[in-house]
């Protein structure tokens, strides 16, 4: 079986500070692993992905997301936040052998993220 | 990047009416398409998993009466909410799955639908 979880149900942080969004994973092979942001009343949108290569993966908006295998952590990044990041994030993981039903991929609950002036 | 068009974005109706939720992929094809629900409360809870050409795959605990999929294409899914009641009031979102290797799933803006 595959989950997700992201620890944190919010992160507040200053604009211009760095942010940090927390995601840990656990699936049966090697996992495909996403990252979404959601604004107030909207569908989500894609932000990134890891299926394979550079553990470093850089994305949308300035994102990147570190992949840790070790750690089974996925957490995502940015070096300067803005009041504009302030948004739901979603982590997701996928099994894409699709090993015991888990084809579809698994959301965690969201992270607010808060970003103040 | 990938376009997935949801329509209606809002829809107030009577209650015991019924309310059909289009969701279409612009600019790739998706054999897969899922429906899920958000709560207040943020989390989303995946309803059905939508196949083209087959029936729809729901979760447990989702009345495959009530909340009808259809996936005639490989661009297009809907969800009909039947006999919708004050309860069924929530955030509805789609997304559909390219049907490339990485198979990225994009989403749908989202429909409020609320019961009146």
């Known amino acids: 079986a595959q989950s997700v979880a992201q620890p944190e149900d919010q992160v507040k942080v200053a604009e211009g500070n760095p942010l940090t969004v927390k995601c840990t994973y656990s699936v049966s092979g090697n996992p495909y692993l996403f990252w979404y942001v959601q604004y107030p009343n909207r569908g989500l949108q894609f932000l990134l992905k890891?299926?394979?290569?550079?553990?470093l993966v850089k994305g949308s908006y300035g994102f990147e997301a570190e992949f840790n295998k070790s750690q089974t952590s996925f957490h995502l990044k940015k070096p300067s936040a803005l009041v504009s990041d302030s948004a739901l994030y979603f982590c997701?993981?996928?099994?894409?052998?699709?090993?015991?039903?888990?084809?579809?991929?698994?959301f965690g609950r969201g992270t607010s993220l808060i970003v103040h002036p | 990047g990938a376009v997935v068009s949801q329509h209606p974005s809002r829809v107030i109706c009577k209650s015991g009416t019924s309310v059909k939720i289009e969701c279409r992929s612009l600019?790739?094809?998706?054999?897969?398409m899922f429906w899920y629900r958000q709560f207040p409360k943020k989390s989303l809870m995946l309803m059905a998993t939508s196949n083209e050409g087959s029936k729809a795959t729901y979760e447990q605990g989702v009345e495959k009466d009530k909340f009808l999929i259809n996936h005639a294409s490989l661009t297009l899914s809907t969800l009909t909410v039947t006999s919708a009641h004050p309860e069924d009031s929530s955030f509805y979102i789609c997304?559909?799955?390219?049907?490339?290797?990485?198979?990225?799933?994009?989403f749908g803006a989202g429909t409020r639908l609320s019961v009146l």
């Open positions: 997701a993981v996928r099994d894409p052998l699709g090993a015991g039903g888990s084809y579809i991929p698994t």
């Open positions: 997304s559909a799955r390219d049907d490339s290797l990485l198979g990225i799933q994009y």
């Open positions: 600019d790739f094809q998706a054999t897969t």
């Open positions: 890891y299926i394979t290569g550079d553990n």
